[in-house]
């Protein structure tokens, strides 16, 4: 089963941050925080990940709280082709971990 | 380009038979997965390979059966035992300590 909550959905204006949140409440020290998104009939693309520090990158940033027990995922100016289902994922860098995805956030980004 | 390339993209298939869907990555990862997706769900795992020669058992495998031969390639046959093929399914590779890349997909029908 998936170790994270997201909410079904959300919507944002074009052009608005984004702010998707995730609860991992049971994350353990070494577990680390992946988000992907998929956009509709495509094979799911990585945005970022992090395990304590907060992340940013070309796409997205990423804040973990400092108990680790939430994050959020920030799209900072969104744009129409954000509009995709977005996922929460905790993983140990180990060998044998898997990517174990839950049914995730759908963000439409309306006009 | 490195990559991950499923093939082909839909594939059509009569009750009764046998289907292997092809998967190939040239990242050189040693880590490999199946995921199957039905409609507005996410995605469930079938299978997953961490090194050549062994893969072992994801969360729905009954009715799937995979190899892993070669690095490069993890192929998944849909077996008649199968009740319910009909899916989108989605294979990924990936090392241990970093994210997973995935094709974009394979839709598999049943008539």
């Known amino acids: 089963d998936a170790k994270t909550t997201q909410p079904p959905s959300m919507d944002c204006a074009e052009g608005r941050a984004a702010n998707l949140p995730c609860n991992h409440s049971?994350?353990?020290?070494?577990?680390?925080v992946y988000w992907y998104r998929q956009i509709h009939s495509q094979g799911p693309q990585y945005i970022i990940h992090?395990?304590?520090n907060n992340e940013t990158n070309e796409m997205a940033s990423l804040i973990i709280t400092e108990d680790r027990k939430s994050s959020t995922l920030i799209l900072p100016h969104a744009t129409l082709r954000d509009t995709a289902v977005y996922y929460c994922?905790?993983?140990?860098?180990?060998?044998?971990?898997?990517?174990?995805f839950g049914p995730g956030t759908r963000l439409s980004v309306l006009p | 380009d490195g990559g991950i390339t499923q093939s082909p993209k839909y594939l059509f298939r009569k009750e009764g038979q046998n289907v292997t869907l092809s998967c190939e990555q040239n990242?050189?990862?040693?880590?490999m997965y199946w995921y199957r997706q039905d409609p507005g769900q996410g995605l469930r795992l079938i299978y997953y390979?961490?090194?050549?020669?062994?893969?072992q058992k994801g969360d729905i495998a009954e009715g799937y059966s995979v190899s892993r031969e070669k690095k490069e390639s993890f192929p998944l046959t849909v077996t008649s035992a199968q009740k319910n093929p009909t899916a989108f399914y989605l294979c990924?590779?990936?090392?241990?300590?970093?994210?997973?890349?995935f094709g974009q997909g394979t839709r598999l029908t049943v008539v």
């Open positions: 990924a590779s990936s090392i241990w300590d970093s994210e997973a890349f």
């Open positions: 049971t994350i353990s020290g070494n577990e680390y």
């Open positions: 992090g395990l304590k």
């Open positions: 994922i905790v993983r140990f860098h180990n060998y044998g971990q898997n990517f174990v």
């Open positions: 990242l050189n990862h040693d880590a």
């Open positions: 390979s961490q090194i050549v020669n062994d893969f």
